[in-house]
């Protein structure tokens, strides 16, 4: 069985059972560690998130919350990754996107959060025009991180009002970027947008959302 987002969780009930649970700090200097290999295909930063927890307590300088909109907290980035803590409140969730053909790792240290996947039909940026269509869901949780398959990368993240508390996720973007591409699949538009941080390594960033 494949172990990408929109095929199934990531790992077994032997691996879920073997993890440890890490600081922030200490889940840093472990990925600090991956060659640029690890960056380019999926299993070694996969098994990593699968064997490391980390500590919510240890994530809180890193955390904003914003009532209207998700917020984006950088806490790492090197030119081979970064690292950003997502923080949802009740009912939030984000744009249907795509990862522009970067790897992707999620795991979520609080609380849950939901995924729908979307297969493209039709895609003209340039024209702002696409189709999709709904595949399948999944629910990630402490015990579940993920690995987002680059074949079929478009996905929204939420965290549902039945779900009733805040979550945060982490995120793990093979070389960073700053724009993604976002669709409408009731409208059917799609175009670019710039990403933003809210804070950078637990200090305010400047206003800069597109």
Known sequence: MQNFLHVSYLGDAMSVAAAQTVSISDFVAGLRKFPEPAFSELGSIRSFLEKNRVEPASLQPYLCWDGQHYTRNLIDKTPLYELIAICWEVDQHSSVHNHREQN???????????????????????????????????????????????????????????????????????????????????????????????????????????
């Open 104 to 210: 992707c790792w999620m795991a979520v240290p609080i609380g849950r959060l939901l995924v729908q996947n979307y297969r493209v039909l039709f895609q003209d940026l340039a024209a702002g025009t696409c189709k999709l269509e709904p595949t399948d869901q999944l629910q990630l949780d402490p015990a579940h991180p993920c690995a987002v398959d680059p074949a079929a990368p478009v996905h929204k993240v939420y965290n549902p009002a039945q779900f009733a508390e805040r979550a945060v996720s982490l995120h793990v973007y093979s070389r960073p970027f700053d724009t993604c591409d976002v669709y409408s699949a009731e409208q059917g538009t799609c175009g670019t947008i710039h990403l933003w941080y809210n804070t950078e390594f637990g200090v305010p960033s400047k206003p800069s959302r597109a």
